[in-house]
């Protein structure tokens, strides 16, 4: 597989292309010659008005359409008028074929050969950007080696299936990690919280050990879920391209989250949050959080007030400091919201009439449409995600004798709905039985925990191999659609289709080894 990443890279490499789930590259003598450029006329295309033109290998592309929807929003335009070549070798999570797949519709030519007196120095000039980016994530901390990692830079890694089953909190160095920039280097001596919007002083700041002294500590079991958990699923079940990471069932994790409540410190600063349904009157429409890292997102004010959904600004992750990977020294927790609005390293709270500016609150993590595309998705109107729905996965298989198998597995859903039940089926969902149920030790609608399922079922007679299904129903009776058809989006999030298991029978009828 490197090697085929390796070959995407060659200088006769003019295209890639996935149709049907399978991929095809183009070398530049399958197509017409193209319109060449110089290295100083894509210089002068850096700007809206001009265009704004890029490098990548010996390509030429025009991106201008393109930045509206990039998922690292402005941050692209640090390449304009020049080899992204440099920018990619940091940022790893651009080498997928559907990435490659997508630049090709900007491509408008091909870039003039470099003479020889050139080419030295524009491969110093490219080593010397790779260096320069390569630093920025020099203050990343190590991680453990059984995650199973989807991009090295920004770092991003699931949880292993096994290790998901084995215990019903996360471990710290287990849990999944999401990552959209490098991590930063926070002092807890020197870090400071800083709150502003109506009814609140200006320049109200707090620091950890105020956080602590002033505040009653609580402690709240959280499932945190990524937006494109199971996204691989969405690609392999349509044969359509979706942009992201290719999550599989991993992109969850369960702790228990330590702090103090947002309501509390809101009230401190002198929000009058009891009155929290008169919010809107106010124009206090949302709650914005700003990271140290550069991230941002928000919810709404009605979330951030609610006594109930128990929103945290935590400071300890299972017991002990959060680690750097999830947000130390300081975390909003939102439970049963999508994770992204749990902002790591957050250093800033405002309350506005406006939802956060951030490119990820106002470009990304946004459902839409089966039908709509990259360039047809709008972003401006689409509901930004905040709850999830209801979710489940197998997570593991093993025999208990020639007839039987033994399913394990977790249910989830968003805002705080407990699951009541959860189906499973070895027949491909002909038939159906009731999974056991381990349910977290919370109030019925808050439920922010995931619950952990078994079953033991017989597996069909006269079959090679069976489908294993699975499908939870939460306290709503919400429950998953059966193939991701009806809720397939060209961003790959929000799968929440019947997860299924495909495993081989045998002649008695056990698994076939």
Request: hydrophobic residues 35%; negative net charge; glycine residues 8%.
């Amino acid at each position: 597989m490197r090697a085929f990443f390796d070959d995407l890279h060659g200088d006769d490499v003019v295209g890639v292309a996935i149709k049907d789930g399978q991929i095809s590259v183009k070398h530049r003598a399958d197509i017409p010659k193209a319109k060449i450029f110089t290295r100083h006329e894509v210089s002068l295309h850096t700007t809206p008005s001009t265009g704004i033109w890029i490098i990548h290998n010996q390509g030429v592309y025009d991106i201008t359409r393109f930045i509206p929807i990039h998922p690292g929003g402005s941050r692209i335009l640090l390449a304009a008028g020049k080899s992204i070549d440099p920018f990619w070798s940091v940022f790893s999570i651009h080498h997928t074929p559907e990435t490659y797949s997508l630049l090709e519709e900007y491509r408008i030519g091909d870039l003039a050969p470099d003479g020889p007196s050139d080419l030295s120095a524009i491969e110093e000039m490219q080593k010397s950007e790779t260096e320069a980016l390569a630093k920025l994530f020099g203050n990343d901390p190590e991680r453990d080696e059984r995650l199973i990692v989807r991009s090295e830079r920004p770092f991003n890694a699931e949880t292993r299936r096994e290790d998901l089953r084995d215990s019903f909190v996360t471990p710290n160095h287990l849990h999944y990690k999401r990552n959209h920039l490098p991590v930063p280097v926070v002092d807890e001596e020197e870090f400071a919280l800083e709150i502003e919007g109506p009814h609140i002083e200006d320049g109200f700041r707090l620091s950890i050990k105020e956080l602590k002294e002033r505040f009653e500590k609580a402690d709240v079991m959280v499932a945190l879920q990524c937006a494109g958990n199971r996204r691989k699923d969405m690609t392999t079940g349509t044969d359509k391209p979706v942009k992201g990471l290719p999550w599989e069932e991993g992109a969850i994790s369960n702790a228990v989250w330590s702090g103090v409540y947002l309501r509390d410190v809101l009230a401190a600063a002198g929000y009058p949050v009891k009155e929290y349904e008169k919010a809107h009157m106010e124009g206090v429409e949302h709650v914005q959080f700003d990271g140290l890292d550069g991230y941002g997102a928000s919810i709404p004010a009605t979330t951030a007030m609610d006594p109930q959904r128990e929103v945290l600004l935590a400071y300890e992750m299972n017991g002990e400091p959060i680690p750097p990977d999830h947000g130390g020294v300081l975390r909003v927790v939102v439970p049963g919201t999508v994770a992204a609005r749990s902002v790591k390293w957050v250093n800033k709270i405002a309350l506005s009439d406006e939802e956060s500016w951030s490119h990820w609150q106002r470009h990304d993590y946004k459902g839409f449409s089966p039908s709509a595309t990259q360039e047809t998705s709008d972003y401006e109107k689409a509901e930004s995600i905040q709850d999830m729905p209801v979710q489940s996965a197998i997570l593991d298989v093993s025999e208990r004798d020639n007839r039987t198998v033994h399913m394990q597995g977790y249910a989830w859903s968003g805002a705080g709905h407990g699951i009541v039940r959860v189906d499973v089926s070895a027949d491909g969902g002909k038939t159906w039985m009731d999974a056991e149920l381990h349910v977290p030790p919370q109030d019925r609608n808050r439920r922010w925990a995931w619950t952990k399922w078994e079953a033991t079922v017989k597996l069909p007679k006269g079959v090679k191999e069976t489908e294993l299904v699975c499908k939870a129903v939460d306290t709503g009776y919400n429950t998953q659609p059966e193939t991701v058809d009806s809720i397939y989006n060209v961003r790959g999030v929000l799968n929440s289709a019947w997860h299924r298991v495909r495993i081989p029978v045998g002649e008695t009828g056990g698994l076939d080894a």
